[in-house]
């Protein structure tokens, strides 16, 4: 089965870039997705990259894949203290055709002022 | 139009007893998922339900059923209640629920606590 893996913490300045790392298994996966959770609630789906892309930039928000390396990761520009939540990376577990994201433990972001 | 929803917000319960949550997803979409998020984890695949029925299941006893109403909202049971059974429970909506990609539509959860 397929298993996600990410740093538990990450910790920046107001105004730096925040990095997020992920290491996926699944080499057939066509996308990954990148959710955020607020304190108290559920799931915002972030982003998302395709497998067949190396970058998708959306705003302050930059995603690499290194499909070589299974590695993908979350570059945030700017962060804000409103930035600072749980981010966790997925991917789609494709058996039985229902493509359900499999997620990571996620990363807590801590943005300091 | 109206996100997700899930009732109660919290529930606390005794172990050994049985417990029901409800989603109601968003106006339109006819799949619902359920997910298990425990304290420091990432949410765990449980159940999911299209057009009423069952399309995946995930790696849960047979204490946790659900099922899925005509008008696409959803319950979850949980049979004889475990300490271990303590968690924020998520229903995702989504338009579709097979093939390719979709985007999932998260409500806020429902924090179960068994004392």
């Known amino acids: 089965g397929e298993d996600v893996e990410q740093s538990l913490f990450l910790s920046v300045r107001e105004g730096d870039s925040s990095v997020i790392n992920c290491t996926y298994t699944d080499s057939s996966s066509t996308y990954l997705y990148w959710y955020k959770q607020e304190p108290g609630a559920g799931l915002q789906l972030l982003t998302y990259?395709?497998?067949?892309?190396d970058m998708k930039q959306d705003q302050r928000l930059t995603v690499l894949l290194n499909k070589k390396d299974k590695h993908l990761s979350l570059r945030i520009a700017d962060t804000q203290t409103g930035d600072s939540a749980i981010y966790f990376c997925a991917e789609p577990d494709a058996s039985g055709g229902s493509y359900i994201p499999t997620f990571g433990r996620g990363t807590s972001l801590i943005v300091h002022p | 139009d109206a996100g997700v929803t899930q009732s109660p917000t919290h529930l606390i319960k005794t172990r050994g007893q049985q417990v029901t949550l409800r989603c109601s997803p968003i106006s339109g979409h006819k799949s619902v998922s359920w997910y298990q998020q425990v304290l420091g984890q990432g949410p765990q695949f449980i159940f999911q339900y299209y057009e009423k029925e069952e399309r995946g299941r995930g790696n849960f006893p047979d204490r946790f059923s659900a099922r899925q109403f005509p008008n696409y909202s959803s319950e979850l049971n949980v049979n004889a209640l475990l300490l271990g059974d303590s968690a924020l429970y998520l229903c995702a909506s989504s338009l579709s629920g097979q093939g390719g990609f979709y985007e999932q539509y998260f409500g806020p959860g429902t924090r179960l606590t068994v004392t």
């Open positions: 990259i395709f497998s067949n892309m």
